[in-house]
């Protein structure tokens, strides 16, 4: 049983959804030293948020980003504005999505599905570098 | 320590919510062996999700599936539309509510509260087999 | 490699996001003792919620729960009414934000982001005391 924790950053985006799995398969490479285990990816910020989706047509991406500002729009009249009209909308949007993923490694992969990936959304128009806490457990390859 | 992982099929079904907990225990009998634990339960696709929620009522079951539907509607207008018109929605709603559940074991058993049990969502109207990684880890009986 | 597990329970309030970040580090003391590791809170109810998002400004909060009231209103027409109008909306909520959390635990401490903090969401208006399993695992400090 063994554990691995680092902190990486995502460079700063605008606004929308990133497929970024690559990534961080590069950024953490202690996954491929597991046999089996699980990965934790925690992003340290609350105007942005990781999940999984499809990894192959960017429309995807860009139609997320549109439903996202239909479902919590900017339009709406919010009390918590100081920092622009973007700004509640990217916290409401954060927590609808999720701050984390668990990933499950198999064999020092990734146990996506083939049409599945790791994406970064970034609710905010001026960009902002994006750290993120990798935390791993599992059992090593002997 | 102990870890467990395997991959198991949910047989296809149209769009809808459904109370899987049962079928979960079934698929993943190492539960039981497992003192203290977490169980993760990871879907491989990116139009069906994994949620906890009521495990009585099956009209909570159809009324979430509405309010999905109103929330993510099919009646938008998408880039990503090849694959039909409920496609692009079943990505929105498989974010929304997400691709794995991390539940905790105690004494062999899941455990859940009085009236919360494990919901398969299915976005999708044609039927799909929707395969799940479950990770398990934890202090086996001894 | 450790784990702890134990249940402890939020006193009953009413509807709301409430921060909970120092009353969740007082009920888990177990986090302190562990210099690497994850800890998994896992509500056992389904018109609750528990998530990630800003710690400094209360008003963050207001938004969220109007912005909710948005997306899942209580005006819909819903088949599970029997508890009354905040019932419905309060799973399709509970589902929306989910279950539980996973937070990464770095040399004793929540590794959360500093504007991040822990929420518990109350979606019925009645109080309910409302229970969590807290569930951690991890390297504690020799």
């Known amino acids: 049983m063994s554990w691995s924790q680092n902190t990486f950053s995502f460079a700063p985006r605008t606004r929308g959804c990133y497929l970024v799995t690559d990534e961080v398969v590069e950024k953490v490479p202690e996954i491929k030293n597991f046999k089996v285990g699980l990965v934790n990816l925690f992003i ?13 047509d960017s429309d995807v991406r860009a ?13 709406w009249t919010y009390r918590h504005d100081a920092e622009g009209s973007d700004d509640m909308p990217a916290h409401i949007r954060s927590s609808l999505i999720g701050a984390s993923v668990t990933v499950p490694i198999k064999d020092g992969r990734l146990a996506t599905g083939t049409w599945q990936g790791i994406w970064l959304c970034e609710f ?3 960009r902002h570098t994006r750290k993120v806490v990798a935390t791993i457990q599992g059992e090593k390859f002997k």
């Open 44 to 56: 340290q910020h609350t105007s942005a948020a990781l999940t999984l989706n499809e990894n192959w």
């Open 63 to 75: 139609d997320m980003t549109d439903a996202l500002e239909k479902i919590a729009p900017e339009s």
């Open 124 to 126: 905010r128009r001026y």
